[in-house]
């Protein structure tokens, strides 16, 4: 969590998490962007993967793209 505030997100910025598994991190982000703007989510494992987009649609933050 400590990375959303050293990063000073805010709406309409474009981010790259490179090791976002399990979503935490992306999810804080994308709340402090305000959901506006991209976010893109990466991870080696399409099942980690896939625990991001889950975590992104359970708190419906569409800006999320989570790819492995």
């Known amino acids: 969590m400590l ?3 050293m990063l000073e997100s ?3 910025m474009k ?3 490179a090791c976002s598994a ?3 991190k992306a999810t804080h982000i ?3 962007m305000q959901n506006q703007g991209e976010l893109h989510a990466f ?5 980690k993967v896939k625990l991001i987009e889950d975590k992104a649609n ?3 933050l ?3 793209d989570a790819k492995p």
Do not use: F, M
């Open 10 to 12: 805010h709406p309409n």
């Open 3 to 5: 990375v959303a505030e």
């Open 43 to 47: 991870d080696l494992h399409k099942k």
């Open 15 to 17: 981010v790259l998490d």
């Open 22 to 24: 399990l979503g935490g």
């Open 62 to 64: 569409s800006i999320i």
């Open 58 to 60: 359970q708190l419906d």
């Open 30 to 32: 994308a709340e402090k």
